[in-house]
T-cell receptor
Framework: DAKTTQPPSMDCAEGRAANLPCNHS???????VYWYRQIHSQGPQYIIH???NNETNEMASLIITEDRKSSTLILPHATLRDTAVYYC??????????FGTGTRLKVLA | EAQVTQNPRYLITVTGKKLTVTCSQN?????MSWYRQDPGLGLRQIYY???????DKGDVPEGYKVSRKEKRNFPLILESPSPNQTSLYFC???????????FGSGTRLTVV
């Protein structure tokens, strides 16, 4: 599965959109992009995933570039409860899910 | 409520004393997996199971055993725990490889 690269940390003002980037330049055609977040030491929480089309659900939107080398997770109106570590994963279905070190998002009041 | 339940949440044990961390899911998921999380090393997969009686090693399987005799349960067994197995452990389950995973609340294990 492709390696992903994320910035180690980001800040976002409460109420503003949080845009979390992920680079996956070596992604292959059958690899999906998944996003999870982990609040403190709780179990990671699934957010969204996509292959090549943009996706939206009640939590977030996922924008994948046309060449699929990068993606952005968008939290449209960040709240303090969105403060967490966000993980981007490129996954082909080999049952081996590789979590990187993620982006620590801090939402500021 | 759909969930993955791990027990115990916290455990302190001594080196060499066999222990089992239980994991149970009520979503009829076929896929289950165990992870450990350590500072600076992130989440690393220990073992996974694609279905009943089908298990395979993840990235850090040494010192651990698993079994999948029923679909809902996937216990993690430490036959002879050592201090380097002190960690935060998570169990996860999913319908399959193209679905998101549901994680348990974690088990914080300390081996002294």
């Amino acid at each position: 599965d492709a390696k992903t690269t994320q910035p180690p940390s980001m800040d976002c003002a409460e109420g503003r959109a949080a845009n979390l980037p992920c680079n996956h330049s070596t992604i292959s055609g059958n690899e999906y992009v998944y996003w999870y977040r982990q609040i403190h030491s709780q179990g990671p929480q699934y957010i969204i995933h996509g292959l090549k089309n943009n996706e939206t659900n009640e939590m977030a939107s996922l924008i994948i570039t046309e060449d699929r080398k990068s993606s952005t997770l968008i939290l449209p109106h960040a709240t303090l409860r969105d403060t967490a570590v966000y993980y981007c994963i490129a996954y082909s279905g080999t049952y081996k899910y590789i979590f990187g070190t993620g982006t620590r998002l801090k939402v500021l009041a | 409520e759909a969930q993955v339940t791990q027990n115990p949440r916290y455990l302190i044990t001594v080196t060499g004393k066999k222990l089992t961390v239980t994991c149970s899911q009520n979503m009829n998921h076929e896929y289950m997996s165990w992870y450990r999380q350590d500072p600076g090393l992130g989440l690393r997969q220990i073992y996974y199971s694609m279905n009943v009686e089908v298990t395979d090693k993840g990235d850090v399987p040494e010192g651990y055993k698993v079994s999948r005799k029923e679909k809902r349960n996937f216990p993690l067994i430490l036959e002879s725990p050592s201090p380097n197995q002190t960690s935060l452990y998570f169990c996860a389950s999913s319908f399959g490889v193209r679905y998101g995973y549901t994680f348990g609340s974690g088990t914080r294990l300390t081996v002294v």
